[in-house]
């Protein structure tokens, strides 16, 4: 035990007693970080707006048996432009929550920090309508889950792709796609292995639509299904998709 510096977002935060947080931190180094903040929910804290959710800060912690305590925070990046947009805002909730699932206490994952942070910064310059499906995709593929999307999942056949089946794990032909699979539009199928290969950049600049509304519901179902939870904050899911997320969740 002893006192350590890190990096890291605030995932959350839950109030403790009158005063203090217990703050969620992705760390680059350690993974998730849990540590209390003291005294930080007075009005002369001097830390107390440096610790809130989607803060990139730089800690000096002291490390604890069960939790960590914060005894200095300087802010790197607010995220002020997400901060003051509702729709960015929702987006940058649903990022944090799916990296909070996903990270483990105390076990470094600093590629998961390094997607979160660049969602964030990415969020930052435009409000794209394939961010968070994109996140979660790419965060299944870190997970060592990536989508098949080149072949039919099921009986490896090129043929033509019609449907995205959650326990085969990828796309269906239409020989194998049944009548309760969900179903994928050419050009649906074209955003998901753009966001998944090389054109990250060009998948991003996608305009909302039909095709990125799938995706969206798609890549939500993708991710619940390998959590085994639903997502709260995932309000920026069309109606359509989240319908298809509970079927699949009922499967």
Do not use: W
Request: aromatic share 4%.
């Amino acid at each position: 035990m002893g006192l350590y510096r890190e990096q890291g977002i605030v995932l959350r935060t839950i109030r403790l007693g009158e005063a203090d947080r217990i703050v969620s931190i992705m760390t680059q180094g350690r993974g998730k970080v849990r540590a209390v903040a003291k005294g930080v929910r007075k009005t002369k804290s001097r830390f107390g707006s440096r610790l809130e959710p989607l803060a990139h800060v730089s800690l000096l912690l002291y490390e604890g048996r069960e939790l960590d305590v914060v005894t200095q925070a300087e802010a790197l990046e607010h995220f002020r432009v997400v901060r003051e947009d509702l729709d960015r805002l929702a987006k940058a909730s649903s990022l944090l929550e799916a990296a909070d699932q996903l990270a483990q206490e105390r076990h470094a994952n600093s590629r998961l920090y390094a997607m979160l942070l660049g969602g964030l910064r990415a969020l930052t310059v435009a409000d794209s309508a394939v961010l968070v499906p994109a996140f979660f995709l790419r965060l299944l593929s870190l997970e060592g889950f990536r989508p098949v999307v080149d072949a039919c999942a099921v009986c490896e056949g090129d043929g033509e792709l019609v449907g995205f089946d959650l326990d085969a794990g990828g796309v269906l032909c239409r020989a194998c796609a049944g009548p309760r699979v969900r179903r994928l539009r050419p050009d649906g199928l074209d955003l998901v292995r753009r966001v998944l290969g090389g054109d990250l950049a060009g998948a991003l600049a996608e305009p909302a639509g039909p095709a990125v509304d799938e995706v969206t519901g798609l890549a939500t179902a993708a991710l619940e299904h390998h959590l085994e939870r639903r997502l709260r904050s995932i309000g920026v899911v069309p109606a359509a998709g989240r319908s298809g997320s509970v079927a699949a969740a009922g499967r």
